[in-house]
């Protein structure tokens, strides 16, 4: 009796190790990232880096599948689809997630950044990493932020060197409400619009012009419309990249570490994929004979400080945030 016990034992522990084996072969967590770019995208790439990353690091046990060009959804769209579980991954602009996460509108403020190392000193600081977990009270966890330039002008017919330039002029902008207020502060009109319905509101004459970083103005192909190009780099909202906080909990903590891994190449990936968009966008800009315009931004930034005088006296609750970011801006130059 206690022989033949001890064979069904030994018989259920094999057969229940052979089924745990064949099920971890099996089981793969494959991940669904969304996101509203084309393919030929830096930051579209650097997440595809993302992925190969994963799935070698984990050994094929860990997958991200990418639906690009807003296959499913606007950029608003994946974020409500993000809070409610039904998507894993997706990528924004600042701009858009400040309406869900009202600390990253401080991005989008004018002139906030010195230059593009002032910018990831912030981003790799504590203050970006808190505002990369600071949607996990609305279900998005922030896991990085990609290299997305400055915004610059680009018009029709009107050729811009300074603020003065602006005056009257139809730009349209992204539906932030201190996108909205930066672009106004600098004298022109603003125009909420689509970006989808852009490249047509150009050609039609319904704005005057929009503002956008370089890569995606070439991407978009709104330099065939669009006569001149300002160079003016009026704000830096930042792509960012996040994650469901219903799937990040579902994780192991193995699984967790290799999705951080692959973040941080990818970022690192992303941001040499953004230097050569840039340059190859410029020499796309000159052979269309486009006129690119490099200006003295004093005047610019001149013209936007009623702007932080506005929030200081106001006692704006992200007006110390913005002195905070300030001040890092002199341990860059140190």
Not at 168 to 188: F, P, Q
Not at 191 to 213: M, Q, W
Request: charged share 25%.
């Amino acid at each position: 009796m206690k022989l033949r016990t001890l064979t069904i034992f030994i018989g259920l522990f094999f057969l229940s190790f052979l089924i745990s084996g064949c099920g971890s072969r099996k089981s793969v967590t494959t991940l669904k990232l969304a996101h509203v770019l084309p393919t030929t995208h830096p930051v579209h790439q650097g997440m595809a880096h993302l992925a190969e990353v994963l799935e070698k690091e984990s050994n094929g046990q860990m997958k991200v599948d990418i639906y690009p060009g807003g296959v499913l959804g606007s950029e608003r769209e994946c974020l409500e689809s993000l809070q409610i579980g039904a998507l894993d991954m997706t990528k924004v602009s600042s701009a858009v997630l400040e309406n869900f996460v009202p600390s990253v509108a401080v991005l989008s403020l004018p002139y906030l950044f010195k230059n593009k190392a002032h910018r990831w000193r912030v981003f790799d600081s504590h203050i970006g990493q808190k505002m990369l977990l600071d949607g996990e009270k609305v279900w998005l966890r922030g896991l990085c932020f990609y290299e997305s330039g400055e915004r610059n002008f680009y018009l029709v017919n009107d050729k811009v060197e300074s603020p003065q330039d602006l005056q009257g002029l139809k730009i349209r902008v992204m539906r932030s409400n201190i996108s909205i207020k930066a672009v106004e502060s600098l004298g022109a009109q603003s125009a909420p619009i689509s970006f989808g319905e852009l490249f047509t509101a150009l050609a039609a004459g319904v704005v005057d012009g929009a503002e956008n970083n370089i890569p995606t103005i070439h991407q978009s192909k709104h330099y065939e419309v669009s006569k001149y190009i300002c160079l003016d780099g009026h704000s830096a909202p930042s792509d960012m990249l996040l994650i469901s906080t219903h799937t990040w909990n579902r994780l192991t903590g193995q699984e967790k570490q290799w999705v951080n891994l692959a973040v941080k190449a990818s970022v690192e990936k992303q941001k040499l994929l953004w230097e050569q968009a840039t340059q190859d966008a410029l020499l796309a800009f000159e052979k269309q004979g486009v006129t690119v315009i490099r200006p003295d931004k004093t005047s610019f930034e001149r013209s936007v400080e009623p702007l932080y005088e506005e929030m200081r006296k106001n006692k704006d609750p992200f007006y110390e945030m913005v002195l905070q970011i300030r001040e890092l801006s002199d341990s860059v130059n140190k």
